[in-house]
């Protein structure tokens, strides 16, 4: 039974291979699932949006204006290969929740993969969510940070 249990600890979303985007820690660097200044940058989506004149301010409204464009940058197919869409409005939708939500930080899983961590306790894929959106098979980020608000 202990080797079941050990095995299914090392499998699922925290300890298998991290998805999109990954950051890694020196040993002894502070504590190992908390980062407190995580420099994850959505250069190319803040790139994209100058250009298109969509307002990324950080502000949970401009989640809504930015989700009303997601399709059209999804399509747009100048920057694919160049960018990964889920992992820079991830980053971004993180951004603004920890901006925006107090007692929110980035956490960082074992696998080193990044997630928000709500003052809850409750711990979001921010890159996930982006990536069920821009699948369309997820809610729009608005509704998102709302549901993230609520908890």
Same mark, same amino acid.
Not at 114 to 125: A, H, Q
Not at 127 to 140: I, K, W
């Given at each position: 039974?202990?080797?079941?249990?050990?095995?299914?600890? !090392? @499998?699922?979303?925290?300890?298998?291979?991290?998805?999109?985007?990954?950051?890694?820690?020196? &040993?002894?660097?502070? %504590?190992?699932?908390?980062?407190? *200044?995580?420099?994850?940058?959505?250069?190319?989506?803040? +790139?994209?949006?100058?250009?298109? +004149?969509?307002?990324?301010?950080? %502000?949970?409204?401009?989640? *809504?204006? @930015?989700?009303?464009?997601?399709?059209?940058? *999804?399509?747009?197919?100048?920057?694919?290969?160049?960018?990964?869409?889920?992992?820079? &409005?991830?980053?971004?939708?993180?951004? &603004?929740?920890?901006?925006? @939500?107090?007692?929110?930080?980035?956490?960082? !899983?074992?696998?080193?993969h990044? &997630?928000?961590?709500?003052?809850?306790?409750?711990?979001?894929?921010v890159?996930?969510?982006? *990536?069920?959106?821009?699948?369309?098979?997820?809610?729009?980020l608005?509704?998102l940070?709302?549901r993230a608000? %609520?908890?």
């Open positions: 039974m202990k080797q079941f249990r050990f095995r299914r600890r !090392w @499998l699922g979303h925290k300890y298998g291979p991290p998805r999109g985007v990954a950051v890694f820690r020196s &040993v002894g660097s502070g %504590s190992p699932d908390r980062v407190e *200044n995580l420099a994850l940058s959505c250069d190319g989506l803040r +790139e994209w949006s100058r250009d298109h +004149e969509v307002k990324l301010d950080d %502000s949970p409204e401009s989640l *809504n204006e @930015l989700d009303e464009q997601l399709d059209s940058w *999804n399509a747009d197919e100048t920057h694919h290969g160049k960018v990964d869409l889920s992992n820079e &409005v991830g980053i971004y939708f993180g951004s &603004v929740i920890i901006k925006n @939500l107090e007692g929110s930080h980035w956490r960082v !899983w074992p696998n080193g990044p &997630v928000i961590r709500l003052s809850d306790g409750k711990e979001l894929d890159t996930r969510l982006a *990536n069920d959106r821009l699948n369309h098979s997820g809610p729009g608005g509704v940070y709302i608000r %609520s908890f």
